[in-house]
């Protein structure tokens, strides 16, 4: 793993800490890792955050999750290297909570409340979680599970947010102050660089989905090549409206913006016209205008969507161009290759170390030094890598998640007139695949996409549902009895471009 030195690498107003900034990099020289939630003490009074409640600096974050991790570690007795699963919506919350299990050495795990509740109860016994954060919000959903499971639920409180505020409307303005002694908080620098820190589940490309274990090591490692390659500094605004329970928005947009000392303008959800208005700083200070935006295709195609009916008048057209051309320094598409249609309107390799509980697959799925076998299919030429995407046609690539086929297959035979379903991922501009499920019924019995939802909805998430359906006689099987995909695309082909609804 690369090492990261700290350096001064862009100008900012206030001067780094020269004696924190040796101190860092001796202990990188050392092999040790700065957690993100350290790095927060080179920029204390910048703005680190602002959400639909308020703005946070550094400071105030650190000084809440330091707070949070008291409570954190009197229930874990302070034990370490425990997992601990959290739920919170996509403001300060996330981050407080998430430095504050860090803060005291334990295994962070986003959840999302997107999925349903037995996909969480089966990420809360695989992971072994031995505590479950989430804000108010999430009680309800999350305390039958917790007591189901027999796992400790505990509820963060608004009065940390709070704490955090740099400024809360209606209130008064509150700069937190940074004691002397903040550097102690955690584990020495040394400690984080040998153990874990994250743990995300990956979308279940086979069966169920699996335990992705993220070391502090690695983090940081990944984080020096996103600050080299996209040259991430102090200067810059981020705006982050993807779900923080996938590496994209969690590691990317979030963890490496604010490992810079950035500042991030976080929406809780993708809403098109209040993301136009961020990226054209619409009623904002110039310090807090957008400079970097994530999405993933579907968002951009959205986007560019609505440009054609929110900005007809060619005056306003130019402005636009002009704005986005002079403020915005970086625009990525992540999770997937962005058309090329869509790519002229608008003019990931990750590395983990083991799988979590599954020995076996960890012997046959990394090589003896330790490198994960991806099962990518990849080009190179004139000195360039071109990752071209899984070799397996079992996985959709939509509107930015990664679904198995299977587990819709699965989901859609639980429909008790469904007799044989090919789940096949159909390439759109908007989606960049659109779940298509193609069926064979009982008695051909004429099921509608809603009676599919319905029953499927139960089982999976709603990004994971069929957009289309199409019913069919019989479906095309190979020697061994399976259902051969490839014959299906070439069988339907017609009809899975115009008919399927």
């Known amino acids: 793993m690369a090492n990261y030195k700290y350096a001064s690498t862009a100008p900012v107003k206030e001067e780094l800490n020269s004696e924190l900034l040796t101190s860092f990099n001796q202990d990188i020289k050392a092999g040790g890792v700065v957690p993100v939630f350290r790095r927060a003490l080179l920029f204390p009074s910048r703005v680190a955050l602002q959400d639909d409640i308020g703005i946070y600096t550094y400071a105030g974050l650190h000084q809440a999750a330091s707070s949070l991790s008291d409570e954190i570690a009197a229930q874990l007795l302070g034990e370490t290297q425990r997992t601990i699963a959290y739920m919170c919506s996509n403001n300060a919350s996330h981050v407080i909570t998430q430095w504050a299990i860090w803060m005291t050495g334990n295994i962070a795990i986003p959840l999302s409340s997107l999925h349903p509740p037995d996909m969480i109860k089966y990420f809360l016994t695989d992971s072994t979680a031995s505590l479950v954060i989430c804000t108010q919000e999430y009680e309800k959903l999350l305390r039958p599970i917790t007591l189901e499971v027999s796992t400790p639920l505990l509820i963060a409180g608004r009065e940390k947010e709070v704490t955090a505020q740099l400024y809360q409307p209606n209130t008064t303005f509150m700069k937190p102050k940074m004691d002397d002694n903040l550097n102690d908080i955690g584990k020495s620098n040394i400690w984080y660089g040998e153990n874990d820190a994250m743990l995300i589940y990956t979308s279940g490309t086979t069966s169920k989905p699996k335990g992705v274990v993220w070391t502090h090591n690695m983090l940081s490692t990944q984080i020096a090549a996103l600050h080299s390659a996209w040259q991430y500094s102090a200067n810059d605004v981020v705006l982050h409206t993807l779900p923080l329970h996938h590496i994209h928005g969690q590691l990317n947009s979030l963890n490496a913006s604010l490992a810079a000392g950035a500042r991030i303008r976080m929406l809780s959800s993708f809403v098109s016209h209040a993301v136009w208005s961020r990226l054209l700083g619409m009623g904002e200070r110039e310090e807090a205008k957008v400079s970097v935006f ?208």
């Open 294 to 501: 994530h999405g993933v295709p579907a968002m951009y195609s959205r986007l560019a969507s609505d440009y054609d009916t929110m900005f007809a008048d060619n005056k306003m057209a130019d402005y636009v161009r002009s704005t986005l051309a002079s403020k915005m320094r970086l625009m990525c598409a992540g999770s997937a290759p962005l058309p090329d249609t869509l790519f002229r309107k608008w003019e990931e390799l990750i590395i983990f170390r083991y799988w979590n509980r599954l020995p076996l697959l960890n012997a046959s799925d990394f090589t003896n030094d330790g490198w994960f076998r991806t099962g990518d299919t990849a080009s190179y030429s004139a000195g360039r890598f071109r990752i071209l995407g899984r070799t397996s046609v079992d996985i959709i690539k939509t509107s930015g998640y990664k679904v198995s086929a299977l587990q819709v297959e699965s989901a859609v035979l639980e429909h008790p007139d469904v007799v044989d379903v090919a789940v096949l991922g159909v390439q759109d501009d908007t989606y960049g695949e659109i779940i298509t499920a193609v069926v064979v019924t009982k008695d051909e019995a004429k099921l509608t996409l809603k009676d599919i939802k319905d029953v499927a909805g139960k089982k999976l998430p709603p990004y994971s549902l069929p957009r289309k359906l199409l019913l069919v006689e019989q479906m095309p099987r190979n020697v061994m009895g399976k259902l051969d995909k490839k014959e299906i695309r070439k069988v339907f082909a017609d009809k899975l471009k115009s008919d399927a609804k």
